[in-house]
């Protein structure tokens, strides 16, 4: 276990490094995170995006409270021809489980490691949204974690004045770790809708932020949440986001923080 662990992190490390390497002019930018819902759009081709995040989160347990960093949160995407866009996802968690006074970390894993891969289909106008799909393949980096998992989501962006409204529809497999079930793949289903309010301010570089998201594993009650934040264009292609988030039942995260930044080249 210790020789895996170790190469965990020299999997994270090349990761990172690989991400560095890659970077050369800025472009314009599509950032989405720390969203769980997609908009409609792709990275142009030949552009590269590069975002990192932080969150920390807390969940009530029958005894005492599970609290959560995940640290960082990084995510590279490149533009390819024909509207698609190729993405990898990866993050480091730190859980405490420990119950007692700060944060001692009791399990430490690489999660959320995937890659998926977008298409635009068709851009819309009023009324009629811009459609893409995304199908992504999450690999079991996590501890116990049995076998790849795929999705495929259906993403629709409404494009009104200083008002953006994107909706996420989408299902795949979700892998058990317990050992006691019968079977160690189940469905997952989720649905997330984001409304972005474009501030009136000095320039468009101000956004208002608000998202529902609900997902749903086989067998399993509903965790859903809500999430209200902002995101700012900074000088350089650069955006920053800040959001705070709340579970809307007692399976769900009890509360949250997360911010990042988005450089795009």
Not at 17 to 39: G, I, N
Not at 227 to 253: C, E, M, Y
Request: net charge negative; charged share 25%; glycine share 10%.
């Amino acid at each position: 276990m210790e020789k895996f662990a170790k190469k965990r992190w020299v999997w994270f490390l090349c990761f990172i490094l690989s991400f560095m390497l890659l970077v050369s002019c800025s472009r314009e930018l599509f950032a989405f995170r720390p969203f769980e819902t997609e908009d409609a759009g792709v990275v142009e081709n030949g552009d590269v995006e590069l975002e990192f995040g932080f969150s920390i989160n807390e969940q009530k347990q029958k005894i005492g409270d599970e609290v959560t960093i995940d640290m960082p949160i990084v995510s590279l995407t490149f533009g390819l021809p024909y509207d698609i866009e190729l993405s990898a996802d990866l993050t480091m968690e730190f859980v405490d489980e420990d119950q007692g006074d700060g944060f001692h970390s009791t399990l430490e894993q690489l999660t959320g490691a995937g890659l998926n891969v977008k298409k635009v289909w068709m851009r819309g106008k009023g009324i009629i949204p811009d459609i893409a799909t995304q199908t992504s393949v999450l690999f079991p980096t996590e501890k116990r974690a049995r076998g790849v998992d795929i999705e495929h989501s259906f993403i629709y962006t409404w494009k009104l004045p200083n008002l953006l409204f994107h909706t996420t529809v989408g299902g795949g497999s979700e892998h058990v770790d317990e050992e006691d079930m019968e079977k160690d793949v189940r469905g997952r289903y989720f649905y997330g809708s984001i409304l972005d309010y474009n501030l009136p301010l000095k320039g468009d570089n101000y956004h208002l932020v608000a998202e529902y998201f609900a997902e749903r594993i086989i067998n399993e009650p509903l965790e859903h949440q809500m999430l209200i934040g902002t995101t700012i264009d900074l000088p350089k292609n650069i955006r920053g986001d800040f959001a705070v988030f709340w579970g809307l039942n007692h399976q769900s995260i009890d509360r949250g923080a997360t911010f990042g930044v988005t450089i795009g080249w």
